[in-house]
C-alpha cells in the first residue's frame, strides 16, 4: 500500500449523508416540481420522464456538492485541530467540543474589552 492511501484520512460516512440530505432540501426547487411531475406522470408519460430527469439532476447536484466540500475539507488550510475533528471517529462530539471551546474563547476576549 503506498504511503498516499496510508495517510488519507476518511470522511466520515454520516457526515457525507447528512450532507447529500441537506443539499437535496436546499435544492427543494428542482424537487417539488419533480414530485408533481411524477404524480402528473402517472397519467402522461412524458411528464414521468421529465419528472425522473429532474429527481436524477437534483441527485447529481447534490453529490457533486457533498464531492466538493470532502475535497474542501481533506485540503484546506483550515487548522489541524478542525481537521482533526472531523476526521476523528467520534467526529460529532468533537467538532461539538470544539465550537463550544472556541465559543467560549471568543466570549471571554470580548468581555476582556
Not at 3 to 27: N, T
Request: with cysteine; net charge positive.
Amino acid at each position: 500500500m503506498s504511503k498516499d492511501k496510508k495517510d488519507k484520512k476518511r470522511y466520515p460516512a454520516s457526515l457525507f449523508i447528512s450532507g447529500m440530505f441537506l443539499s437535496l432540501l436546499r435544492l427543494f426547487w428542482i424537487l417539488i416540481p419533480a414530485i408533481v411531475l411524477l404524480v402528473i406522470g402517472l397519467f402522461v408519460k412524458i411528464c414521468l420522464f421529465i419528472g425522473g430527469g429532474l429527481i436524477a439532476l437534483a441527485l447529481t447536484l447534490a453529490l457533486i456538492d457533498q464531492i466538493r466540500t470532502v475535497y474542501f475539507v481533506r485540503h484546506s488550510n483550515m487548522p489541524g485541530e478542525w481537521q482533526d475533528a472531523i476526521f476523528s471517529k467520534d467526529w460529532k462530539e468533537n467538532v461539538i467540543a470544539l465550537t463550544e471551546e472556541k465559543i467560549s474563547e471568543s466570549g471571554k476576549s470580548e468581555d476582556d474589552k
